[in-house]
């Protein structure tokens, strides 16, 4: 079965320092996709970053980049220069096809309190 | 950034009450879902619909629940006779076709049950 760990319920770091958010996932599966996503109070779910499992090189999105370790099944999130704003929850999140569709599954998140 | 939309964005029933929660994808996504978040939990998936019937369900999505998409634009999540652990987010997402396409959620509906 497909899981998605989060192992850090929650991480602190200074404005301006950079942090890295763990996530591990499981899965049998070749082809499949890996996404971060930011909720901010507003509980709204925002797109930060996603990555093909057949590409090797690691996503990156302005100041957010991932760590993506096939063989170890690891996707961590680095996010650099930290801003108040970068204050939310994240949700790492794996993507399958499955039955014609595609589905995804989103680990428990961690929260980011980002200090002035 | 393309956006899906959610109406109501909250909603406030009585145990026992039919809600119909709409969202409004994006016009040339195909593949739609629907997903939880019980406060304080995790995202779940609920169920998934393409050309215009399920496609997936998970075991929360019961007899209760029910999707469809009438007009061919908004897509609705229907609970026929809501429970108080109904009570949570409920996020409309949509993607296109093929393998490279990013699902992209709406801002979701809060729905208390009371």
């Known amino acids: 079965a497909q899981t998605v760990t989060q192992s850090q319920p929650e991480m602190s770091v200074q404005e301006a320092e950079t942090v890295t958010l763990s996530c591990t996932y499981d899965?049998?599966?070749?082809?499949?996709?890996l996404f971060w996503y930011k909720q901010p109070p507003s509980r709204q779910m925002i797109l930060v970053i996603r990555?093909?499992?057949?590409?090797?090189q690691n996503a990156t999105e302005n100041r957010f980049s991932v760590n993506f370790q096939k063989a170890a099944k690891s996707f961590s999130l680095k996010i650099s220069d930290s801003q108040l704003g970068d204050a939310a929850m994240y949700f790492c999140a794996y993507r399958f096809p499955t039955s014609g569709t595609y589905k995804y599954i989103f680990g428990t998140g961690t929260r980011l309190k980002v200090l002035a | 950034e393309p956006e899906v939309t959610q109406t109501p964005s909250h909603q406030v029933t009585q145990m026992g009450q039919e809600v119909i929660l709409r969202c409004v994808p994006i016009s040339n996504h195909l593949y739609f879902y629907w997903y939880r978040q019980i406060l304080g939990q995790k995202v779940e998936f609920l169920v998934s619909?393409?050309?215009?019937?399920?496609?997936?369900k998970s075991e929360i999505f019961d007899d209760q629940f029910s999707v469809e998409r009438p007009d061919g634009s908004n897509f609705t999540l229907k609970i026929r006779s809501t429970k108080l652990e109904d009570s949570a987010m409920y996020f409309c997402?949509?993607?296109?076709?093929?393998?490279?396409?990013?699902?992209?959620f709406g801002p979701g509906t809060r729905l208390l049950v009371l």
């Open positions: 997402a949509a993607g296109g076709q093929g393998q490279q396409e990013t699902q992209y």
């Open positions: 990555q093909e499992a057949y590409k090797q």
């Open positions: 899965t049998s599966e070749s082809d499949y996709y």
């Open positions: 619909f393409y050309n215009n019937e399920i496609s997936e």
